[in-house]
């Protein structure tokens, strides 16, 4: 993977860069300052262009915009044959990015076509603009290769500096890099360093922390990594799923769609496995709140996990050395089922031990419990996070190779 710092000269040369500025819009297009740390981590990449007098042009991702086939709000503009709608433009982005850098921002409604031609064609050196958000294109998301050399050829150079999207094979990803010269930014190679670091060479004893839904994917980390650390901690559907694969009643809890015997693949006896042993739960018809040992759920659904399961895995968190966490222990939005993962939350940012997390509810939940700032480093991207921890290869990553 060929980075940035190896080009020797980018003095006005237009730098086409793929960020990530999907972040939480509040109302009137405000940005929480507590939700920005996306746009922060671009920060080092966006100063080094700016250092070596480039012409840098932004691109980026927001949300998931819905194509409407009829205008029915003033926030829906109709552009050609398509309909954007103008809640996830990513003009409040640009005013935040230049609070941030204290530096002028232009904003372009468009990311291809004449407009953005003609903005990257008055630039000068030093200049940055920011495109319109990428996804208001279905081409993006399809990795459409004649949308990809649009967006190339305005440029001379590509960045890839969005690691939390290097796992999906779309055009500003993937396709784009057989029009232009391709290169890894620093945030990008910075990400690969850390997570690369955590897996091949941890400080022990090393732990990673694996909860929350998507456990299809966190079944492949445990089974990836179950062999390279020495604790592997469960907690919320995943938890359900291996439990369930062991054979334990679950009572009704989610599973995620998971078919229990392709969990027995993974080695559920092996030691380094740590699963709940009791669990918060509720009566899904008379919404009673109950603790129980896991294996006798009954008509509960869980929600948490319990006390002693609490004690278990902060006795194994407090001794680790390296900690990776992804995912929380229970529905921790809901302060009935929040315990385990303030628990948990409030051990591992306690330590002194190096600490990594990913993932937006694992994020949401050290704000809501004050502990976000306490952790040494937070991926950008869960999705991606989890990828590379299973050990797949990332679509955005083997483009730059």
């Known amino acids: 993977m060929k980075s940035i710092k190896e080009?020797?000269?980018?003095?006005?040369?237009?730098?086409?860069?793929?960020?990530?500025?999907?972040?939480p819009i509040g109302d009137g297009g405000i940005i929480d300052k507590k939700n920005d740390w996306r746009i922060k981590a671009a920060l080092p990449t966006i100063q080094y262009l700016l250092k070596k007098e480039?012409?840098?042009?932004?691109?980026?991702?927001?949300?998931?915009p819905e194509t409407k086939l009829e205008i029915a709000s003033p926030r829906l503009v109709s552009l050609g044959r398509r309909i954007w709608n103008l809640e996830y433009s990513l003009k409040s982005v640009a005013k935040r990015l230049e609070e941030l850098l204290d530096y002028k921002i232009k904003f372009v409604s468009d990311c291809i076509g004449n407009k953005a031609k003609s903005a990257v064609e008055k630039m000068q050196v030093g200049e940055i603009i920011l495109f319109e958000n990428l996804r208001f294109y279905n081409e993006e998301e399809k990795n459409d290769k004649d949308f990809a050399k649009k967006l190339a050829n305005v440029a001379d150079i590509y960045i890839n500096d969005a690691f939390s999207v290097s796992h999906r094979a779309h055009a500003s990803v993937s396709a784009i890099t057989k029009f232009l010269p391709s290169y890894a930014g620093l945030l990008l190679e910075k990400e690969i360093r850390i997570l690369s670091g955590a897996i091949d060479n941890p400080e022990r004893p090393a732990t990673i922390i694996i909860g929350g839904a998507k456990a299809k994917t966190k079944l492949l980390v445990i089974k990836n990594l179950l062999n390279k650390f020495d604790h592997i901690i469960v907690g919320g559907i995943v938890a359900n799923v291996i439990l369930k694969a062991k054979g334990i009643d679950i009572g009704k809890s989610m599973l995620d769609g998971i078919d229990p015997e392709e969990v027995k693949k993974i080695n559920l006896t092996d030691k380094k496995l740590h699963i709940p042993i009791d669990a918060i739960g509720c009566n899904t018809v008379k919404k009673k709140i109950e603790l129980s040992a896991v294996g006798?759920?009954?008509?509960?659904?869980?929600l948490d996990i319990g006390p002693e399961s609490r004690e278990l895995y902060l006795n194994i968190i407090k001794k680790s050395k390296t900690i990776i966490w992804n995912g929380p222990m229970g529905k921790f939005e809901n302060d009935n089922f929040a315990d385990g993962t303030k628990a948990v939350s409030e051990a591992v940012t306690n330590l002194k031990s190096y600490k990594i997390i990913g993932g937006g509810d694992t994020i949401a939940a050290l704000n809501k419990f004050g502990c976000l700032e306490k952790v040494d480093y937070i991926c950008t991207g869960g999705g991606a996070m989890l990828k590379f921890l299973s050990g797949e290869k990332l679509p955005g990553i083997r483009a730059l190779k």
């Open 7 to 23: 080009v020797q000269n980018l003095k006005n040369k237009k730098v086409l860069t793929r960020v990530d500025f999907n972040v």
């Open 54 to 64: 480039a012409k840098i042009i932004l691109i980026s991702h927001f949300g998931r």
């Open 296 to 302: 006798d759920i009954g008509d509960y659904k869980i």
